[in-house]
């Protein structure tokens, strides 16, 4: 019952392919700055925390700077509703993401690392100090890696306190610098300011411990895997209306019909892609992919029967919204409100379709004018919940609402 | 506040600025620490800390009510977290919810009278594959059932 979740032996073509702890470190520290660039580059590897900006792009920016001090990080605030990989990376495969860590600090001339740890991953710490402490006796970490004369690279984990807004690169950066934690104004980007002041490259877990693999098995074996676009592997985490939840890895351009099968997901009403900030996709469009350039996810798959009421769902993500805008900007803050609002008026009945239809400009008002991911991402499923599931919410004999 | 417990406490977080640093990166770890040994973070306590890093005071008030696991307010020495999300709610949340109520004969967001228990929702825990899941200090609790759940509770000192 109690940390239950590290016996299952997992099976994947690119993260869960097999890897020797430390082996990356070795080949980076002999290949050396420009070839990591280049592998790291030519495997088209994107962010896999749900933005998709490319890793080598953001590394050669921080590598190409002139700083005294640059600084590697983490991003393991992993709070979108129904994801949990970076759970299994860290409490399962932290080696992998450790090593990518050390990897990318030798690429950009870092010499500290810090793993943001969300608060409510608290129970995961020792073990993780555990591994830290491992790996400085096998001088993976500390000073001249590997016999590598001034490579110096330390990782120091940092906890969060439970705010959802922290996993937004720059409210994350705040967090670190002791502040509240409220998203920046992007540009200047963290790859020219970030924490403290300094170059910064801000990475999700997922992405860093896909580098080990890029780094010891080559480019070209990475993009074997995946679409054109898209390329290699993504864990998702699949939870919900199905029989065996969990965290899977598939090539990018798995569609949701395939998913579904996988998964053992029968009578299945609607699947959310990409956590509560994500699109509703009905049965009818089953055969849309999982990849960036069509259903983009960080890797949250909730899966609905028939049973579901939608409207109920859509309450339980705008709740989530108003409780964790960070309240700094006026689209998110109220905005969210209103539409919880209209949720609610949805559900006694009490509305009419001027209403929902200003609603859903407001949305649209949301989606250019909020500050950051959060606000502008938030109405997507009040968007999509709505426009896709209108006959069950809306008719008089659907199950949606309760009036009729 | 007694003289001698704020005279403690000053100690205290002289101790913790010493281990930490006097810099205002060391603010978040400093009141974590205080909430986890104190439960909460009371006015004195922020006051302090902000003189002592040589920060306003509201700039620590400001941090203080940002986070959700930080508390202005004196809570229970256990903090119950559920996770309310909507996969946990598919699962049987609202029976755990029903069951913490009953047995600590309180509403979400209190704490018992004898300052035992604080009851929390929390937003995503990350075990929507095993839910419904509970955070109890810093334990994880998965796949609860309302006998589980009580069972936990009486498990906890």
């Known amino acids: 019952m109690e940390n239950n979740f590290k016996k299952t032996k997992r099976e994947g073509v690119v993260i869960f392919s097999p890897y020797e702890s430390g082996s990356s470190i070795k080949k980076a520290l002999e290949i050396g700055r420009e070839n990591i660039l280049f592998e790291v580059r030519e495997s088209k590897m994107k962010g896999r925390g749900g933005a998709g900006f490319p890793t080598a792009t953001k590394w050669m920016l921080v590598a190409a700077s002139r700083a005294d001090k640059k600084y590697m990080i983490c991003n393991a605030d992993e709070g979108e509703p129904g994801t949990f990989k970076d759970r299994v990376l860290l409490t399962e495969y932290p080696a992998l993401v450790f090593d990518g860590m050390v990897v990318g600090g030798y690429t950009i001339g870092s010499e500290i690392g810090i793993l943001y740890l969300r608060g409510e991953y608290i129970f995961m710490l020792e073990e993780l100090e555990d591994f830290l402490q491992s790996m400085r006796k096998q001088n993976l970490l500390g000073k001249n890696i590997l016999g590598k004369e001034g490579f110096n690279f330390d990782i120091a984990i940092r906890l969060g306190s439970g705010a959802y807004v922290c996993g937004e690169e720059t409210a994350l950066i705040e967090s670190l610098e002791g502040h509240r934690g409220e998203p920046r104004n992007r540009p200047p980007y963290p790859v020219n300011t970030g924490y403290m002041g300094y170059p910064t490259v801000v990475n999700n877990v997922e992405t860093l411990a896909s580098i080990p693999q890029i780094i010891t098995k080559g480019a070209d074996w990475f993009k074997a895997h995946g679409t054109d676009k898209s390329t290699g592997s993504k864990l998702f985490s699949v939870s919900g209306d199905c029989e065996k939840p969990g965290v899977y890895e598939l090539p990018w351009g798995t569609s949701l019909n395939e998913l579904v099968e996988i998964v053992g997901a029968t009578n299945t009403k609607a699947i959310q892609v990409g956590g509560a900030s994500g699109i509703c996709i009905p049965k009818s469009q089953f055969d849309r992919k999982l990849s960036y350039e069509d259903a983009s996810t960080g890797g949250s798959i909730m899966i609905f029967n028939q049973s579901r009421k939608m409207l109920k769902v859509l309450k339980n993500f705008m709740e989530f919204f108003v409780e964790e805008s960070c309240g700094q900007c006026t689209p998110c803050r109220i905005g969210n409100i209103k539409l919880l609002e209209g949720v609610v008026k949805i559900e006694k009945g009490d509305y009419t379709f001027s209403y929902i239809n200003s609603l859903k400009d407001l949305s649209k008002t949301m989606q250019v004018a909020s500050k950051c991911g959060l606000g502008q991402s938030s109405p997507n499923p009040f968007i999509s919940i709505l426009e896709n599931f209108k006959d069950e919410i809306f008719s008089s004999n659907g199950n949606g609402a309760n009036h009729a | ?157």
């Open chain 2, 1 to 157: 506040m007694l003289v001698y417990e704020k005279n403690s406490l000053s100690e205290e977080i002289e101790l913790l600025i010493e281990r930490f640093g006097k810099d205002r990166v060391a603010l978040l770890p400093i009141l974590q620490i205080i909430e986890k040994r104190h439960n909460y973070i009371s006015e004195f306590a922020q006051q302090e800390v902000a003189r002592l890093l040589d920060i306003h005071p509201v700039e620590v008030y400001s941090v203080v009510s940002f986070y959700n696991f930080l508390h202005r307010y004196p809570q229970g020495k256990n903090i119950v977290r559920l996770c309310k999300t909507i996969s946990c709610d598919m699962a049987g949340k609202q029976e755990i919810e029903k069951a913490l109520k009953r047995e600590l004969g309180i509403n979400f967001d209190e704490t018992t009278r004898d300052k035992k228990w604080t009851l929390e929702y929390t937003s995503c825990l990350g075990m929507c594959d095993q839910g419904p899941a509970m955070l109890v200090n810093d334990k994880i609790y998965t796949k609860l059932d309302p006998e589980t759940a009580v069972k936990i509770l009486n498990d906890t000192k």
